[in-house]
């Protein structure tokens, strides 16, 4: 009688999804180690954009400001695992990395009116980095929503939700867009 209650346990935790759950939080996790890697990789190419374009004769310094302000504010944001479990963790990166999207956009558009700038190599060379560095994070943000959805349905979702229960896990924040976020930059010429 004992084996087979015992069995009938071991049953009704496979059938409850708690191995689903396992899977799809680590799949959110590697989807969040993604965005992280893409970020890091987008900071470090600014240093060298700016000293790129501090070179530029009578480039706008306002704009270049825009730049070193924001990427000094994603450094001070500390972020780690749990940022994909806090709301407000996960809005104050967003934020501060919507910030430094913003800057390099309005850069990249400032840009256009310095020929001589746009004609170094390095200058080239950093544009074309960065535009491949924003569209990996554009794929790295949708691989993250797109695991965070799944994860929320298997914790939502009856049976798995039971085993979502067992682990105390809950539904987890994603990216929300930022407003303004839609508009193009704006430049003075």
Known sequence: MRKLLGSLLLLALAGCGYNEVVSKDEDVKAAWAEVENQYKRRADLVPNLVKTVKGAANFEQETLQKVVEARAKVGQVHV??????????????????????????????????????????????????????????????????????????????????????????????????????????????
């Not at 798995?160 to 839609?182: D, I, K, W, Y």
């Open 80 to 189: 780690d695992q749990s940022t994909i479990d806090n709301p407000q963790k996960l809005q104050q990166f967003e934020q501060a990395q919507g910030q430094l999207s913003s800057a390099l956009s309005r850069l990249l558009v400032v840009s256009e009116k310095y020929p001589e700038l746009r004609a170094t190599e390095s200058f080239r060379d950093l544009q074309a980095q960065l535009e491949g560095t924003e569209n990996r994070v554009a794929v790295a943000r949708r691989r993250f929503i797109e695991s965070v959805a799944a994860y929320n349905k298997t914790v939502q979702l009856f049976p798995s939700s039971l085993g979502a229960r067992m682990r105390g896990m809950t539904v987890r924040p994603t990216f929300q867009g930022t407003p303004g976020n839609e508009n193009a930059p704006e430049v003075q010429l």
